[in-house]
């Protein structure tokens, strides 16, 4: 399968060390550098806070591997909106594809691209009302790129992940090897002692932070369509990625207890920052703000290129606008549908409510994923033809990932109900729009 026209018109050019870094690229972005401050104000000790962002990582991994299975069986442009289209119908894929450009993908790079822009604006010192522009610059450089082909974006992707790999490698060994310079080494913070100002704090507020922080696996397949030999490839790239970032995400909280113990993490809206000051002064500081910067264009980058997919997709479907469906005849970029969810997280950058549009939408991203696993029961029941991969344990993974992930999202409307409320509303009014748009445009 490696003529661009069993991939839709793509061209099979990603191997397995170039998917694995995109997995490494689109969940690594700027939420382990700043959310492990808050996940440690929502739990009791060290070893609470470290059980939380493992158990996270295998209930990620469980579901990587799932999405494997279906990146196997349907190795083409779209990822879950291919899924929930065959199994639930066009409305169901939709629904996704609707969400995920208003809100899911454009609210993200909006947020993170202003987290770049941010560290940015420090590192050189310029005033604060240049945040929002050089947001959106950030944004309109990395999609700039990859209008003239895939691989040029995927080799400053590469780029973009050794960069921020390095720069978690220079916190890790800071952390782990300089901690008598911090107030956080062994012998006034111990890593696992328990915080008595938050001893009986529940694990579940903690639990939205983390998964956040996790969120982006899928973002592989959305690209399944210039993956070669996808069938194997995406398994294999999707595994390796996965324990990857769980090896990362665990060595940088180690260094966070033990430069800063529970409390002093706790305290930290900057974490990494933090670190790096009291190990390496202003410098390290700097250094550090450098290293979040780039992880943090660089998840912005995957990002609009996953989802520019899905767009170009819906458009050969007939659910967006035809003209979205076209490739450019060199490249094979689907490049009218990437300056559309650029140009949106742009307004979204400029306008400064891309903050609460990712609240309300933090929890449809999980749950479009536990949709799509979901999937997964419907491809075994309806196509029973070879595939390279299947999840192992079947059907408890799947079922694990579904169940955990509804728990967490009926917390979330329990314990927020007005942001996930207006979450839901944004997902539902997705409804009508189809309906309108099916009279319109596809009139039977």
Known sequence: MSDSSSSGGYLRRLGMWDAALIVVGGIIGGGIFLNPGIIAQRTDSGLALLLMWVGAGVLTLIGALCYAELGARRPRAG????????????????????????????????????????????VFGLPKDSVAPLAAGGLVFVAGINLFGLRLGVQLQNLFTLLKLLAVAMLV???????????????????????PARSGVGFMG????????????????????????????????LFVGMLLVILIYGLVNVAYLAVLGHAGLAASQTPAADVMQQVAGPIGAKLMAIGIAVSTLGFCNITLVAGARVLQVMG??????????????????PNLALLLLTGWACVLALSGTYGQLLDYATFG???????????????????????????????????????????????????????????????????????????LFNPK
């Open 79 to 122: 990822g879950s909106y291919v899924y929930l289209r065959d199994s639930l119908g066009p409305l169901a894929g939709f629904l996704f594809g609707w969400t995920m450009l208003l809100v899911i993908y454009s609210g993200s790079a909006a947020a993170v691209a202003t987290v770049f822009a941010s560290y940015s604006a420090a």
């Open 173 to 195: 060994v800071c952390g782990l090897f300089f901690t008598g310079i911090g107030s956080g080494h062994a012998g006034s913070h111990p890593i696992f002692a328990l915080d």
């Open 206 to 237: 903690a639990a939205l932070p983390v998964l956040f922080a996790y969120s982006g696996f899928t973002y592989l397949n959305n690209l399944a369509g210039e993956v070669r030999e996808p069938q194997r490839t995406l398994p294999r790239a």
């Open 316 to 333: 050969a479907d007939g659910l967006f606008f035809r003209s979205v469906a076209q490739l450019h005849p060199k490249h094979h970029t």
């Open 365 to 439: 991203d999980w749950l479009a994923c536990a949709f799509g696993v979901g999937t997964l029961f419907w491809y075994r029941k309806h196509d029973r033809g070879p595939v390279d991969f299947r999840v192992p344990g079947y059907p408890l993974l799947p079922l694990i990932f579904i169940a955990t992930v509804g728990f967490v999202v009926v917390q979330s409307l329990r314990d927020s109900p007005v942001n996930t409320g207006i979450g839901v509303l944004i997902m539902l009014s997705g409804v009508p729009v189809y309906w309108v748009w099916q009279r």
